[in-house]
């Protein structure tokens, strides 16, 4: 073996280690968090660590799901990122549609005013967003949740530019057999759009599943709070037990992981093709 | 003929505004009208049990030049922003050019660095509070194996910050790497074969063609996690509550506990409409610059 191709092997193995090192750094906060959820209580004291459950047990998950309606959690986020995603899907392709296909007075005036609305967060317009849902009576409600997010810039800009790069001829085609717009839309649109609306309804569900800022303002009683929320309120400053906070957000991040896992080459290209998240 | 066709035009506009009502009517309430009218407050004194504005001109601003707990909060953001922007996208762009170079990273890796990312911020903190414990956490755990003494993270003033980072780096570090492993690919293999055959070294080819054919993208992701890390909340919520004594609070930390404990809307527009004009400005550095970088293959 020559020397430059001992020095590329040694290259080759020291990159291998370092993204093992890298990779085990990135995943030990939740093999953590999974280990002291089935520890026993009095190993989570013990020094040096216990690096594995001995013996695993229950405790902890009981303890946890007592304290805290975590099913009632998991409801209440998947109503909210469903509806979420539903409307601004569903808004998201009229509106994209009517951008693309139409020429219309004040056209370019109103995708403008659309984008804008990206470029200010929720961060500003929650103080006066807060006294606009009281004064509708919105406030710890569902309706409160939804309000900001049931459409969404984002999901309009992606489904016009889809839209866009379409042939005409076969909006034409279908004017000329007969058919409404809105039967256009969503028989012939619709379908072919299919893996774009896909990409845009993962983003918008992550994002939704995962906001915390905006429903931990509206939300006041325990029944409408999504898993985020829950999670947040679970956290007990005064009242530290480990063991059965780490078990509850096994319980909240688990499921997601793993739904991750089986969707993740499609996520990976959705996010690195779209680029951005809102 | 022409009569028909004009008749089908001006449908066809009819339609349009149907189709793009919906869209208008939800993000102009929701979106448009309070984020002008937060704008508007910011002048205003607002009781909001009484419904009584009070116009207080430049007060809330002049208050919020004095106010050391708001300053401390913009020095907070800008450190949080500089070294998440610095550690998060160089790390990013160091791995991913590693990875994308020598081999196909496998799913089990992209898992490990990107599910981080899709867990929810709050969750994942809480998760950290416990690792940063000082007594019970395992990153004390890990120093007092090795013989080093341990630290106060989120419980001291002087490490809360560093914390909020540190947790930071590694919930952002996966999406950085998605991007950049993008732009990696829209490289075409012949530079790199170009430049090895001209016996080019692994660093001259990161500092010499790498670095300068990402630039679009490298734009993107430090606008991006500027504008992401100016936003910081969650995970000072949950990490520090913006403690100890104030010494880890960010501006929308501040907003946020000034509208929604101390009920004072009007002064909390005010920090909005500063939080707005830094939003803006990165905003606006974004497009200058994105319009110079255009990098064609």
Same mark, same amino acid.
Request: positive net charge; proline residues 5%; aromatic residues 16%.
């Given at each position: 073996?020559?020397?430059?191709?001992?020095?590329?092997?040694?290259?080759?193995?020291?990159?291998?280690?370092?993204?093992?090192?890298?990779?085990?750094?990135?995943?030990?906060?939740?093999?953590?968090?999974?280990?002291?959820?089935?520890?026993?209580?009095?190993?989570?004291?013990?020094?040096?660590?216990?690096?594995?459950?001995?013996?695993?047990?229950?405790?902890?998950?009981?303890?946890?799901?007592?304290?805290?309606?975590?099913?009632?959690?998991?409801?209440?986020?998947?109503?909210?990122?469903?509806?979420?995603?539903?409307?601004?899907?569903?808004?998201?392709?009229?509106?994209?549609?009517?951008?693309?296909?139409?020429?219309?007075?004040?056209?370019?005036?109103?995708?403008?005013?659309?984008?804008?609305?990206?470029?200010?967060?929720?961060?500003?317009?929650?103080?006066?967003?807060?006294?606009?849902?009281?004064?509708?009576?919105?406030?710890?409600?569902?309706?409160?949740?939804?309000?900001?997010?049931?459409?969404?810039?984002?999901?309009?800009?992606?489904?016009?530019?889809?839209?866009?790069?379409?042939?005409?001829?076969?909006?034409?085609?279908?004017?000329?057999?007969?058919?409404?717009?809105?039967?256009?839309?969503?028989?012939?649109?619709?379908?072919?759009?299919?893996?774009?609306?896909?990409?845009?309804?993962?983003?918008?569900?992550?994002?939704?599943?995962?906001?915390?800022?905006?429903?931990?303002?509206?939300?006041?009683?325990?029944?409408?709070?999504?898993?985020?929320?829950?999670?947040?309120?679970?956290?007990?400053?005064?009242?530290?037990?480990?063991?059965?906070?780490?078990?509850?957000?096994?319980?909240?991040?688990?499921?997601?992981?793993?739904?991750?896992?089986?969707?993740?080459?499609?996520?990976?290209?959705?996010?690195?093709?779209?680029?951005?998240?809102? | 003929?022409?009569?028909?066709?004009?008749?089908?035009?001006?449908?066809?506009?009819?339609?349009?505004?149907?189709?793009?009502?919906?869209?208008?009517?939800?993000?102009?309430?929701?979106?448009?009208?309070?984020?002008?009218?937060?704008?508007?407050?910011?002048?205003?004194?607002?009781?909001?049990?009484?419904?009584?504005?009070?116009?207080?001109?430049?007060?809330?601003?002049?208050?919020?030049?004095?106010?050391?707990?708001?300053?401390?909060?913009?020095?907070?953001?800008?450190?949080?922003?500089?070294?998440?922007?610095?550690?998060?996208?160089?790390?990013?762009?160091?791995?991913?050019?590693?990875?994308?170079?020598?081999?196909?990273?496998?799913?089990?890796?992209?898992?490990?660095?990107?599910?981080?990312?899709?867990?929810?911020?709050?969750?994942?903190?809480?998760?950290?509070?416990?690792?940063?414990?000082?007594?019970?956490?395992?990153? #004390?755990? +890990? %120093?007092? $194996?090795?013989?080093?003494?341990?630290?106060?993270?989120?419980? !001291?003033?002087?490490? @809360?910050?560093? /914390?909020?980072?540190?947790?930071?780096?590694?919930?952002?570090?996966?999406?950085?790497?998605?991007?950049?492993?993008?732009?990696?690919?829209?490289?075409?293999?012949?530079?790199?074969?170009?430049?090895?055959?001209?016996?080019?070294?692994?660093?001259?080819?990161?500092?010499?063609?790498?670095?300068?054919?990402?630039?679009?993208?490298?734009?993107?992701?430090?606008?991006? #996690?500027? +504008? %992401?890390? $100016?936003?910081?909340?969650?995970?000072?919520?949950?990490?520090? !509550?913006?403690?100890? @004594?104030?010494? /880890?609070?960010?501006?929308?930390?501040?907003?946020?506990?000034?509208?929604?404990?101390?009920?004072?809307?009007?002064?909390?527009?005010?920090?909005?409409?500063?939080?707005?004009?830094?939003?803006?400005?990165?905003?606006?550095?974004?497009?200058?610059?994105?319009?110079?970088?255009?990098?064609?293959?």
């Amino acid at each position: 073996m020559t020397l430059a191709r001992v020095s590329r092997m040694t290259g080759r193995i020291l990159l291998h280690i370092s993204i093992v090192t890298f990779g085990i750094l990135m995943i030990m906060p939740f093999y953590w968090m999974i280990v002291t959820s089935f520890q026993i209580p009095q190993n989570l004291i013990t020094f040096p660590p216990k690096w594995w459950p001995q013996p695993p047990t229950l405790e902890h998950f009981k303890e946890a799901t007592q304290q805290a309606p975590f099913l009632l959690y998991y409801r209440n986020s998947l109503i909210v990122a469903n509806i979420h995603v539903f409307s601004c899907i569903l808004l998201g392709l009229l509106a994209g549609y009517a951008f693309a296909v139409y020429r219309f007075p004040l056209q370019g005036f109103f995708f403008v005013l659309i984008l804008s609305t990206l470029m200010v967060p929720i961060q500003v317009t929650s103080v006066s967003l807060y006294i606009l849902m009281s004064r509708f009576g919105w406030i710890d409600t569902f309706t409160g949740i939804l309000a900001p997010d049931i459409a969404s810039a984002f999901s309009v800009f992606f489904m016009r530019q889809t839209i866009k790069s379409m042939p005409k001829a076969l909006i034409d085609a279908a004017r000329i057999d007969g058919a409404g717009e809105l039967r256009i839309v969503f028989t012939i649109i619709a379908p072919l759009v299919k893996s774009v609306m896909a990409t845009i309804a993962l983003i918008l569900f992550i994002n939704s599943w995962n906001d915390f800022l905006w429903p931990v303002i509206v939300i006041n009683s325990e029944r409408l709070r999504t898993l985020p929320v829950g999670i947040a309120f679970f956290k007990d400053p005064f009242h530290i037990n480990f063991g059965s906070l780490m078990a509850a957000t096994t319980i909240a991040t688990m499921p997601m992981i793993f739904v991750y896992l089986f969707l993740q080459r499609f996520v990976i290209k959705g996010i690195a093709t779209s680029g951005l998240k809102f | 003929m022409k009569n028909w066709l004009i008749m089908a035009k001006k449908q066809r506009w009819h339609n349009a505004y149907l189709f793009i009502a919906p869209v208008l009517i939800a993000l102009g309430l929701f979106r448009i009208y309070p984020a002008i009218q937060t704008l508007v407050f910011s002048f205003f004194k607002v009781n909001i049990v009484s419904r009584k504005y009070t116009w207080v001109a430049l007060k809330n601003f002049s208050l919020l030049l004095e106010d050391l707990t708001f300053r401390r909060a913009l020095s907070n953001t800008f450190v949080y922003a500089f070294y998440i922007v610095l550690m998060s996208a160089l790390i990013a762009l160091v791995l991913s050019s590693l990875f994308s170079s020598k081999m196909k990273l496998g799913d089990v890796y992209k898992a490990a660095y990107f599910v981080p990312f899709i867990t929810s911020t709050v969750a994942a903190a809480v998760v950290w509070s416990y690792l940063y414990d000082p007594r019970f956490g395992l990153f #004390n755990m +890990i %120093l007092k $194996l090795v013989g080093l003494p341990g630290r106060g993270w989120i419980a !001291s003033s002087r490490d @809360a910050m560093l /914390s909020v980072i540190i947790f930071s780096i590694w919930k952002t570090l996966g999406y950085n790497m998605v991007i950049f492993l993008a732009g990696l690919q829209n490289i075409p293999d012949m530079y790199y074969e170009a430049a090895t055959i001209d016996g080019a070294g692994p660093l001259t080819i990161f500092f010499r063609l790498t670095v300068p054919l990402l630039a679009p993208t490298i734009v993107f992701v430090v606008i991006y #996690n500027t +504008i %992401l890390a $100016l936003k910081v909340f969650d995970q000072v919520f949950v990490l520090t !509550s913006g403690g100890p @004594a104030k010494a /880890s609070t960010t501006v929308v930390l501040e907003l946020y506990e000034m509208a929604f404990l101390h009920y004072r809307f009007g002064y909390a527009a005010s920090m909005a409409f500063v939080f707005f004009i830094m939003i803006l400005v990165v905003t606006v550095i974004q497009y200058a610059i994105s319009s110079k970088w255009e990098v064609q293959y």
